[in-house]
């Protein structure tokens, strides 16, 4: 069996997105994540593969020759996606999930909610997966949204196009600052 690497580098085999999303950048929050994923090797014994903000950014950064210091993982609240963007104009470099809400509970004022989420991939099909989170939505006195925070847990199956290799990943993820790029686009 051929050894999955990461999920970085399953991730980095896909390709690159050089479009500017159409997203603000109030809708853009930078995130964090920490996971463990499971695989096998070449002799079938079972591996652990760690997957951190860090690792993808390393991965991204030797495919396309972008300097880790330029990119930047972010949740888009719009799309649900969780991309690599370069930190300059916010332009998308690469899609890594996509988590969509199935169910929500939250609480009479919203700002408290408990969301369910399939996890998937925007362009492939080979991404399987659940997430649960938890969001906190800051309100001024009028109801108007002044901050947004996302923390959860998620497992996702990642099967390797091609060959017969299937990795598990769980770990956490948390959104912290608005993604705001370093340069506005003339």
């Known amino acids: 069996m051929k050894t999955i690497k990461s999920f970085g580098i399953i991730l980095a085999g896909a390709f690159l997105i050089s479009a500017v999303t159409s997203s603000s950048a109030a809708d853009r929050y930078n995130i964090s994540f920490s996971n463990s994923g499971?695989?096998?090797?070449?002799?079938?014994?079972?591996?652990?593969?760690?997957?951190?903000?860090?690792?993808?950014?390393?991965?991204?950064?030797?495919?396309?020759g972008i300097p880790t210091s330029n990119l930047a993982v972010i949740y888009d609240r719009n799309s649900g996606d969780i991309s690599v963007v370069d930190r300059d104009y916010g332009t998308n470099i690469f899609n890594l999930l996509r988590l969509e809400t199935e169910l929500s509970v939250g609480n009479t004022n919203r700002t408290k909610y408990e969301v369910f989420m399939k996890v998937g991939h925007p362009d492939r099909s080979n991404f399987d997966g659940s997430a649960v989170a938890q969001v906190t939505i800051k309100r001024d006195s009028l109801g108007e949204e002044t901050g947004f925070k996302m923390t959860g847990k998620i497992h996702v199956a990642v099967e390797e196009e091609g060959?017969?290799?299937?990795?598990?990943?769980?770990?956490?993820?948390?959104?912290?600052?608005p993604f705001v790029p370093r340069l506005i686009l003339p």
């Open 38 to 64: 499971k695989t096998t090797n070449e002799v079938g014994a079972l591996v652990n593969h760690p997957l951190s903000r860090s690792i993808v950014l390393g991965n991204i950064s030797r495919g396309t």
């Open 163 to 177: 060959v017969d290799t299937t990795a598990i990943y769980t770990g956490v993820f948390s959104t912290s600052s």
